[in-house]
């Protein structure tokens, strides 16, 4: 089942923070975050386990709530440079220890301007 | 993190061709996946390439439609058969190896394929 995402669209000033949602109905492994720049691929910024292990962009913070299967990216400070469509993935829950399958959010639209 | 490349870049089609697309890797790897998005939409998955065997397809895609193949470790190759206007979309390949705890995926560059 397709993770919800929220706000849609953000319009941010250079500098400013926000903060991007993403909440399943499913238990979840793991979430991962990705960046897509208009025509080009999704880039990978962070994956979170359960557990709370995490790994990903040096300059990006993620948090994962796993009782409430919710996971939120941090944008701190932002520059231009993040400007794009922010997708989840989600990997449900599996006993053996996760599937790599992922299923994708509708993505947020981040505009950050100077 | 792997380099991935993808042949062709994009392409337009007529309305009942088929269109294979490639995916190369420059390393080996556990996992190869294939997405499909809609214009100013999310990805999709349609199906897990499984090396030595049949491809795992998704809810609604089917391997008539979609057949995939997985030689080796390293490249994977998707058809899009019987095209219709409705397939007009982009392609994307998705590796990831099997490194516990972390599963980390990484999309190629996309096919933007246009059916007319």
């Known amino acids: 089942q397709q993770p919800v995402q929220s706000p849609q669209a953000v319009i941010l000033r250079e500098g400013e923070d926000a903060v991007i949602n993403c909440s399943s109905s499913?238990?979840?492994?793991?979430v991962h975050w990705y960046r897509q720049k208009h025509g080009e691929a999704p880039v990978f910024l962070m994956i979170?386990?359960?557990?709370?292990e995490q790994k990903g962009h040096e300059k990006i913070s993620a948090s994962f709530n796993e009782k409430k299967q919710q996971s939120s990216l941090y944008l701190t400070a932002s520059q231009l440079s993040y400007s794009g469509t922010y997708f989840c993935g989600t990997v449900p829950y599996i006993t053996q220890g996760g599937s790599e399958k992922l299923v994708f959010g509708k993505g947020t639209k981040l505009t950050v301007n100077p | 993190s792997a380099v991935i490349s993808q042949k062709p870049s994009r392409d337009i089609c007529q309305r009942g061709t088929s269109l294979t697309i490639q995916c190369q890797v420059d390393?080996?790897?556990?996992?190869m996946f294939w997405y499909r998005q809609q214009p100013g939409q999310s990805l999709t998955l349609i199906a897990t390439a499984n090396q030595g065997s049949e491809a795992t397809y998704e809810s609604g895609f089917v391997i008539d439609k979609f057949p995939i193949s997985r030689p080796n470790l390293t490249f994977s190759t998707l058809t899009v058969s019987n095209m219709s206007p409705e397939d007009s979309s982009i392609y994307l390949c998705s590796v990831a190896s099997r490194g516990a705890p972390y599963n980390e995926q990484f999309f190629g560059p996309g096919t933007r394929l246009t059916v007319l």
């Open positions: 390393s080996q790897v556990t996992m």
């Open positions: 979170l386990l359960k557990g709370g």
């Open positions: 499913k238990a979840l492994y793991s």
